[in-house]
């Protein structure tokens, strides 16, 4: 599916992530990943059939439920898949979907660590890596919490905090630091990768 740009109206546009001249977008309401090509300023439905459901698959055989944040890296993105309590990898050369970690079925979610054929999530809202780094970070909105998973066969783990986190809903990973959009405490946190300590960014109005 391709449109232009100026005459497509977007359907809660919710996570967007840069692949070469591209510009990934999680469209959580019409459950599809979508690309905008720089270039040529013209949409292009990737993935998704546009029904609620999670279902692996190449292209339009796969589905989505509520897709959210996005990253990508090298040739592949990683999708959090919010109502598939999942987080979905998509292939950049072929749009082949394949369930990472979570994933029972929409609505189907949990609180568990391990292996990721048994660990699970909540309603995933936000996702980042660092380019040099096989560390992928999961912001866990339901149950609010920050995950890690190790790249090349790691077990999800969740990161020792002195608390749970509000709604966290954003995150990003610079500076020797991930930084954490909390939400529904309206506030911005910075979790040191070296010392561990959580600490809250101080942000004049």
Known sequence: VMASAGASAL???????IADNQVLIAMAGDNRIWSYHLGRAALTARAGTGALEARDGSGHLAAFAQPAGLASVQQMAYVCDGLGSSIRTMQLRGDLVQTLVGGQG??????????????RLQFPQAIALAADSPLLWIADTG??????????????TTVELPRRLHGPAGLAVAAGAVWIAETDAHAILRYDLASGALSDVSIDE
């Open 143 to 156: 149950n609010g919490r920050l995950r890690c998973l190790r790249l090349g066969g790691g077990e999800l």
């Open 106 to 119: 929409t609505w189907q979610f949990g609180d568990q660590d391990g292996p990721r054929s048994t660990a």
């Open 11 to 17: 359907n809660y546009p919710q996570g967007l992530a």
